[in-house]
């Protein structure tokens, strides 16, 4: 064999070679890509806009669910409370009562993720909102990740509220929330569905456990206010490593003064 055919040789193997490892590098982006979609959470507008009264819908149900197929919101005009599960979206009103929801409505404020459960919690003995969340704050890995939350489960009661649609001009949401209807279901079975957020995500999301309800038969549920265990639940969490957050492009939104503290807001409402 020649030089000039050794060098060819050389030449050629080396662009091979080269060409084989843009390729694995190009897979390894996709990848990692795609395992940063799975692991998102994408959230339309902010908890202190919809405290502040900005309930026009920015975003349809549609695309929303495009980007997770559960999760927690509320619709155009605060007409009722939102539950995204098994990649449907359900309206609990202001009568208690579920019905899904067409793609086109639209969402103020709205979680979402890909559900993929990392690892499960199961709980027993449990009789009040404040126990379910401190024990399933305690075996969070760590405190400062997003993670979101599914449970299948039996229970004496399960107190939930809605919100009746509003008109404008729009109160701010405390203001709604001081006379929202509550519902006590008791000795149903259903999802809750939600989220817990770390301290940090403030102003933006809700810090710590954001749970909603859906009963088995889908025909009532909403925002959770109390509930009672009738007997074991198991949870699933995923942990949630990256939050996409989907400004509205609306007027409502670039008017609103977001410099105040709705903390204390935020408390009266959630809880």
Known sequence: MSKRTRLIIKILLGIV???LAVLASAAVVRAGEADSGRDALWQVST??????????GAVPVGELLRHGDLGLGTFDALDGEMVVLDGAAW???????????????TTPFAQVTPFDPDF???????GSLAELTA??????PSANMFYAVRARGSFELVRTRSVPRQSRPYRPLAQVAASQPEFSLAGTSGDIVGF???PFAKAAGVPGF???YLDAARGAGGHMLDVRFAGP??????TTTTLVLALPATPAFAAVDLAPDREAELERVER
Do not use: C, Q, S, W
């Open 91 to 105: 309206r609990v009103g202001a009568d208690g009562k579920a019905r899904p929801v067409p793609a086109d409505e």
């Open 210 to 212: 954001h749970l909603h």
């Open 196 to 198: 817990y957020g770390p």
């Open 47 to 56: 908890i202190d806009a919809l405290l502040a009264g900005v309930y026009d």
């Open 120 to 126: 499960r919690v199961t709980l027993d003995n449990v």
């Open 233 to 238: 639940v198991t949870f699933e969490l995923d």
């Open 17 to 19: 070679l080269y060409m």
């Open 135 to 140: 024990r399933l704050g305690a075996a969070l």
